[in-house]
Nanobody, 124 residues
Framework: QVQLVESGGGLVQAGGSLRLSCAASGRTFSTYAAGWFRQAPGKEREFVAAGSWNGGSTYYANSVKGRFTISRDNAKNTLYLQMNSLKPEDTAVYYC?????????????????WGQGTQVTVSS
């Protein structure tokens, strides 16, 4: 069993940066692929970024490519999302998730474990 807790959300001006963290419990997290999703008000949850179990392979949604970076520190059981050049359209609740597989995936249904989410608000 893996439990995930996000932190680091908040209010930032357009063009600013935030770093989200996702602390995981359970020794198996270090062997699982992990990713970030987000859900804006009135919209469905969407894929943001994902990485393999060791962070060696990553994949990003086109909307965040070049601005966001996913990384992880398995020694600390923590997943990160560095968000730069933030835009108002990045405003959403951000969720981290872990999949019981080693390679990244962008399918929500592949993720067995989810955090509770952290709010990111980007003002114009």
């Amino acid at each position: 069993q893996v439990q995930l807790v996000e932190s680091g959300g908040g209010l930032v001006q357009a063009g600013g940066s935030l770093r989200l963290s996702c602390a995981a419990s359970g020794r198996t997290f270090s062997t699982y692929a992990a990713g970030w999703f987000r859900q804006a008000p009135g919209k469905e949850r969407e894929f943001v970024a994902a990485g393999s179990w060791n962070g060696g392979s990553t994949y990003y949604a086109n909307s965040v490519k070049g601005r966001f970076t996913i990384s992880r520190d398995n020694a600390k059981n923590t997943l990160y999302l560095q968000m730069n050049s933030l835009k108002p359209e990045d405003t959403a609740v951000y969720y981290c998730a872990a999949a019981r597989r080693s390679n990244w995936t962008l399918r929500e249904s592949d993720y067995a474990y989810w955090g509770q989410g952290t709010q990111v608000t980007v003002s114009s």
